[in-house]
């Protein structure tokens, strides 16, 4: 059983990260929703809570933010402890997944809410309202209620509102998932284009691991309340920790089988490694897998033969659900080849079997 | 959510419903009707209009003196009940602490006890307590009553509240107090006013717990109660109408802000995608 | 384990939030708790020579029980209030259900006719049955107008039946409030799905759409029932002498029979009677409750 990746600081690994979470748990009751977190969140940061629901991701950002307590261990932003400190005492935002917009304010006086209640100077917030409604593209609609807009215009409210205090971290929970999917994409840009522009940290939870890997400069996936894996999209894709990591993001073939002086065997698939005697599970992406013409194989690669039981074609690829004969169902993403039948050799490289824990 | 009747309709039911309404309003009309009577209360058709119960009415002083105490007595009960009722919804809403549940029962038992109950027991300890009967302990059992109907109102207030807002007020830097200021009393302003509405009406025509309270001063029910005692007059059946006029008109205004304040919440939804 | 200052944390809010409840919690026990426990302890004192002595005894309950006339009263009471809360669902549960199913567009505007007479004065509704029901009331005037009778009927007034009649016109609408909100609950994809069965709409009716109204029938019931029992002035007002209710009883025992212990006795048992019924009713509704 090998233990997920190191949580690593972003790529200024120079720097003290932002905020520092350190053995963070969180009990209600009698379940353990969260167990012994430590993640770093480096300042400029988009990092993404991953993660199906149950998973603790929402938790965590609600630790974050300030409306749950932690059980036991720390959080610290810019070296000072801030998991004693109330809400509205923490230099930290939210965007709430509902919006929560106040009904009884227009959207200028939503936006001006932080300053006001921190006492900036007057004559100042005007001007940052401003600021922050252009950032959003809502500066028309100033003095509107909230009750009429849409649910895209009510979430850059939100947004403008949070980012209008100028925090060093904002916290989003789950901000798109009540718009429908093109408004979805758009926004996602938005976002992105608007953390880049901003400067600030962002934490984002998703449970959409496309969305995940669109935005995020790190990906931090979480199940059942524990740290999977923390690293960029790009290293998680390439180099899963485990077989949920692998299946989670992105689809994946999971070959379980036995490593025997220097060979591992998984059903009919056999192929040299490096590891010790013992239980090994491996992870091949789809897109790794290519038909072989010639039926002949490379001393770098794996050959396998199979009939293909089922073949979906999605536009810019087919995915092809082929019988290995030993009750393995091994998953093949090829580019439009046309309807096939029969039995057909299978080829993949080595270096695409990535071992991964359990 | 307007949809049509699933069941066959039924004109037996709608005749059966009419009936039932009749029932209700008639003696209310028939109050009206002969307020405007000329022989007076009693005997049938209403034969000659005038308006001479009313000018009797309105010449009387007693009846606008006890009209001032019942005033005096419902804007202090308004005031009392609103501000503790709204104390008790929200600690009913959020808070925990032993003996809630005794709490939450205690606060809402007048609502269902019999007046006579309430009133003797607050009769019991105002002479326990040492306290002259008069219009201050009419009003502090009102006051007492009517808080089971302001914490009613205000906790479903509460309730529709969205927590996240108070969140987000938090979260933007405003302390506990300014959330409360800012964002849930705002939100609360149409219960409020509902509620005080409602206790208003209520305690303008309460006579269940008054009637063991009262001191020298009348209120209103109570100085029509006395004078029913000693004989009837149309000029009862005249204030009557009045105060059924009045009545009306604040149930139809605090329906109405009700209405309104579910209603935002209703066109909230709908916007929502 | 939470350190020294995460725990400041949890009291800065625990203590706001507790602190919002003290005002309520003490008025609350002051003048309610407090009044009750008073009634409930006059109840086992005595009056010697037109004076209160505190001697704690039964004879109040013992003596509340043997008078003959305090069964009799009572029993008429029970009676009344039963009748009341008859009468009142028979009228308030077709009106909801009328209201709540047949009414379409109407809806809203038929409610505010309801509830409308049920916060106009108590007084002046019985009044207005005062002046209908007597020998030269308007009800009598009509029938002889008509030549329906040739003399006045008497037991309109001042009978059991004028204050059942009065106080089911108050209470009706107290009854029809949380039947409506009960049957306005009912998901209409249910009857839709009964009706899909194959149950007629009689069937639908007593098996799925009275079920689940029952919540808001057993609470209008038990309203009526228990304020009607403790009514005292629908008796003064149209009751007479053969309309005495208990409460009538317990209103003389503090006036001019003074003769409190026993007055709190009365009360007493109304109090627990009332406290049982809503017991019971909870109960019940729990075990109806299909949440």
Known sequence: MSSPSIPEAASTAAEAPLLELRAVAKRFGARQVLKNISLDIASGEFLTLLGESGSGKTTLLRLIAGFEQLTSGEIRMSGERIDTLPPHKRRVNTVFQNYALFPHLNVGENVAYGLRVQGAPKNEIPGRVAE??????????????????????????????????????????????????????????????????????????????????????????????????????????????????????????????????????????????????????????????????????????????????????????????????????????????????????????????????? | MSRKSPTRRSPLLAIYAVLVFAFIYLPIVVLILYSFNRDGVGGFPPRHFTLDWYSQLFADGSIWDSVLNSLLVAFGAVALSLVLGLLAALGLDRATFPGKTLFRRLVLLPLILPGIITGLSLLMFAVFAGMQLSLLTVFLGHGTALISVATTELFAGLHKIDRAQEEASLDLGATPWQTFWRITLPNLKLPLIAAGLLIFTLSMDEIAVTFFLIGRDNTLPLEIWSRLRRGMTPEINAVSTLIFAVSVALIIIWYRIRMRSMGSDAQQLLERP | MPSASATDFVMYSRAYKTAVSAPPLLWVALFLLLPYALMFAHSFWLVQDGVLVRHWNLSNYQRLFANPLYVEVFLRTVRIAASVTLCSLLLGYPLAYYLSFHSGARKHFLYQFVIVPLWVSYLVRGYAWKTILGSDGVLNGFLQYFHLTHEPVGFFLYSPFAVVLMLTHIYTPFVFLPIYASLEHIPRPLIEASQDLGASPRSTFFRVILPLSMPGLLAGATFAFVLSLGDFLAPLLVGGSSGTMIANIVQTLFGAVYDWPLGAAISVCILLITLSLLFLTERFEKRWSFK
């Open chain 1, 132 to 358: 922050a409604l252009g950032m959003v593209k809502m500066t028309e609609f100033a003095g509107a209620r909230p009750s009429r807009l849409s649910g895209g215009q009510q979430q850059r409210v939100a947004l403008a509102r949070a980012l209008v205090n100028r925090p060093q971290l904002l916290l989003l929970d789950e901000p798109l998932s009540a718009l429908d999917a093109n408004l979805r994409k758009e926004m996602q840009a938005e976002l992105k284009a608007l953390q880049r522009e901003t400067g600030i940290a962002f934490l984002f939870v998703t449970h959409d691991q496309e969305e995940a890997m669109a935005l995020s400069d790190r990906i931090a996936l979480l199940r059942d309340g524990s740290l999977e894996q923390a690293a960029s999209p790009r290293e998680i894709y390439a180099h899963p920790a485990t077989a949920y990591a692998a299946s989670f993001i992105g689809q994946t073939n999971v070959l379980r089988g036995e490593v025997r002086r220097g060979i591992v065997t998984c059903g009919v698939l056999r192929w040299p490694v490096d590891d010790a005697d013992g239980e090994a599970l491996f992870s091949v992406r789809p897109e790794t897998i290519r038909l072989s013409a010639d039926g002949k194989r490379q001393t770098h690669e794996v050959k396998f033969r199979g009939s293909v039981r089922r073949q979906i074609f999605s536009g810019a690829s087919e995915l092809l659900e082929v019988d290995c004969g030993d009750g393995q169902l091994l998953r093949v993403r090829l580019a439009p080849c046309g309807p096939l039948t029969g039995e057909h050799d299978f080829v993949f490289s080595i270096a695409d079997a990535i071992r991964v824990g359990d």
